[in-house]
């Protein structure tokens, strides 16, 4: 298999992905498109047939949507338990990613993720909203399965590898979930996130360029 990913400090679509990929412990290659410079529409071009990145090669299957890559990914290696087995976790998880993958168009048009800045800006009360709208959603699925581990549904899930990146912007751009209305499982979530082993090496490539 091969996963073609855009620059790894701005490409959070490819980010999601490609965690779940590094979950199911399958060898695959890894090709990066730099973005943001001369040329990037024609390069993708030759992996896409959206035009965008991220792109699951698998033989000759060709995959262009973040969320189809992971739900391929899912049946494709069943033993990753990328989903979990019980059949409402697993809906709930669908509805928490397809949220993400569909939505919060606020935070991120004002809060691009950027692994490299550390930075406090202003931010509107629509990206208020989506950011409460983000601590009731954490909140909610770590009461419900949180005695089965430190991830939405308890064990990670591709719904963690949609919030991830939310994660990085919440550092980036120094919003504090205590701000809104986050008692603290929020916040430990979002912790917990930023430490997996698999986030890290991505961002130890992304810091490198």
Request: aromatic share 10%; with cysteine.
């Amino acid at each position: 298999m091969e996963i073609i990913v855009g620059t790894k400090v701005w490409s959070s679509w490819s980010l999601r992905p490609w965690l779940a990929l590094k979950r199911t412990g399958a060898p695959f290659t890894e090709t990066l498109v730099q973005l943001r410079e001369v040329g990037v529409s024609e390069e993708i071009a030759k992996y896409s047939p959206s035009g965008r990145v991220p792109v699951l090669k698998d033989g000759a299957l060709t995959i262009w949507d973040s969320l189809a890559i992971c739900e391929y990914l899912a049946e494709r290696f069943p033993a990753a338990k990328l989903w979990p087995d019980d059949v409402a976790a697993r809906a709930l998880g669908r509805a928490a990613a397809a949220e993400m993958h569909a939505g919060f168009a606020s935070l991120r048009g004002e809060c691009p993720m950027d692994l490299s800045l550390r930075h406090e800006v202003e931010l509107s009360e629509a990206t208020h909203g989506d950011i409460r709208r983000i601590v009731r959603l954490w909140t909610d699925l770590r009461g419900q399965f949180g005695a089965g581990g430190p991830f939405l549904l308890g064990a990670w899930s591709i719904a963690d590898a949609f919030y991830t990146p939310v994660a990085t912007r919440f550092r980036s751009y120094g919003v504090r979930l205590s701000d809104f209305e986050d008692a603290g499982a929020a916040g430990a979530y979002n912790e917990v996130l930023l430490e997996q082993p698999e986030y890290l090496e991505w961002e130890k490539a992304a810091v490198a360029g």
